[in-house]
């Protein structure tokens, strides 16, 4: 849950989102040492997937349909069809924004099979997927400026909340799975309190509390308090946030235009599911020697598992990696096999009179901020801003470095250089649109601001959904 207004609109507006990278082909999962025949709920997320065949009884809805003249949903879209803002959203979406909405449907095809299977092992609707064009075009690495991250947008207290590591090694509101994971759990947590899938997903975008409220206070003009008309009802009041009351006739549009692309003129192509192996690798392990070990590139593996942030996976635990298919059988005894020196991942150096980050980042040929981000502890001396001496500082290697993403702490609620916490920004929205801010290279300190048009047109929210950069590392 987060209480903010949804990126797709702002990522249609602007254009600025941008594409995932482009890994081999996937095909279906398996652990380490033996096949699997697909994930039960019980299942790890890091575990085998299955590969969904188009036309079987788990198929993506949208291929299962019995032709492009007569698709089904298992949400009640048909009803609303010709509610104004969903009408306005359907011509917006295959008129101007068309291109942009292809391609994002078409991102989303390769976790189409994910997380329909979830929403079926969590007893909701298949079609909620179509929250995640919504919330953020289906990009792993959606940044809002209130610190809203991945395809569901999670806030960092929620993100936790839900059961998602969020540590400055991990932030698994980047996985594609586990995030997936928390979105069905909270969505089927918030349908049990308001028990229509519409309020849902309004109480998700803009809070239980707001959505209770507005129940309440509207109780005389809404005879079925649980009916997925309730929504609409709040919404024609004008009391919902502008960012809530456009989520819902969004999530219905997005459904209709991709059930019948066709209708629209757009040609969607089924991207490879996302599919892996998984292997276990010591603590400390680098994303590169990852994937030598694995025959891959060091892209590839952090395209498989975008929640790894420092280039490495966490010190001092074993931790579950994933691999391209069919990477898993012999990859231990690869990995073993590798040079000492490229199987390590830092360097300590302590701190001596005088130092500064940005002497040690010159000395050793490490960005600053990933210093910074290595060690989030480092005491400086209050009148020099100089590092205390005797701290044991860890330094990344090139290669650490280089695969290591340049983004803000993910215990921060808020965007670096942001005046407004995320209340305040909640509350400034409801005059003014937000606008996303671009993790810099070296200083993520640039402000982000807001704006807006005047229009005839429901509002849209103008944030962008952007991709971190990698940080550079030298020789160490």
């Not at 979830?118 to 289906?138: A, H, I, N, Q």
């Not at 239980?208 to 129940?215: E, I, K, S, T």
């Not at 757009?266 to 603590?283: C, I, N, R, T, W």
């Amino acid at each position: 849950m987060r209480y903010l207004s949804p990126l797709l609109a702002a990522v249609v507006l602007a254009g600025c989102a941008t594409r995932p990278v482009t890994v081999p082909a996937p095909a279906p999962e398996r652990a380490p040492a033996m096949r699997s025949s697909g994930p039960s709920a019980a299942e790890s997320d890091y575990s085998a997937s299955t590969v969904i065949p188009a036309g079987s009884a788990g198929a993506p809805a949208r291929l299962a349909a019995a032709s492009p003249d007569s698709p089904r949903w298992d949400l009640d879209v048909r009803s609303f069809e010709t509610n104004e803002r969903v009408a306005h959203y359907v011509d917006y979406f295959t008129g101007r924004a068309k291109a942009r909405i292809a391609e994002r449907l078409q991102r989303g095809t390769r976790f189409e099979p994910m997380i329909r299977a979830k929403l079926r092992e969590g007893g909701l609707p298949e079609d909620m997927y179509y929250l995640g064009l919504v919330e953020s075009g289906f990009d792993n690495h959606a940044y809002s400026r209130a610190a809203a991250v991945g395809m569901w947008q999670f806030m960092t207290g929620t993100g936790r909340d839900a059961g998602l590591r969020i540590d400055p090694w991990v932030d698994e509101r980047r996985d594609p799975v586990r995030s997936t994971s928390a979105f069905v759990r909270f969505i089927k947590e918030l349908r049990g309190q308001f028990g229509s899938l519409y309020l849902a997903a309004a109480a998700y975008n803009g809070g239980p509390n707001r959505v209770a409220r507005g129940l309440a206070m509207y109780a005389a003009e809404v005879p079925n308090p649980r009916s997925d008309s309730a929504f609409f009802v709040l919404a024609d009041r004008d009391y919902l946030r502008n960012e809530t009351r456009e989520y819902v006739p969004q999530l219905i549009a997005a459904a209709l235009i991709a059930k019948q692309p066709v209708r629209y003129g757009m040609e969607l192509a089924d991207l490879p599911a996302f599919s892996y192996d998984s292997v276990q690798v010591p603590g400390s392990t680098p994303v590169a020697a990852i994937a030598r070990a694995a025959g891959a590139t060091p892209a590839a593996i952090l395209d498989l598992n975008p929640q790894l942030l420092r280039g490495m996976t966490p010190p001092r635990e074993a931790y579950l990696v994933r691999v391209p298919m069919g990477a898993g059988e012999g990859f231990r005894a690869a990995l073993d096999a590798l040079p000492e020196l490229a199987r390590k991942a830092t360097r300590v150096v302590e701190s001596k009179k005088g130092d500064t980050v940005g002497g040690l980042a010159e000395a050793y040929g490490v960005p600053a901020p990933l210093i910074e981000s290595f060690n989030p502890g480092l005491r400086r001396a209050k009148k020099s801003g100089r590092l205390v001496p005797g701290q044991q500082i860890l330094l990344p290697t090139s290669a650490v470095a280089s695969a290591a993403l340049n983004v803000p702490d993910p215990a921060i609620e808020r965007y670096p250089g942001a005046t407004a916490t995320a209340k305040k920004v909640e509350a400034a929205e409801r005059v003014a649109p937000r606008k996303v801010a671009r993790p810099r290279k070296a200083s993520p300190k640039k402000r982000s601001g807001a704006s807006s048009k005047a229009g005839a047109r429901p509002k849209t929210s103008k944030s962008k959904a952007t991709r971190p950069r990698r940080g550079r590392g030298s020789r160490a």
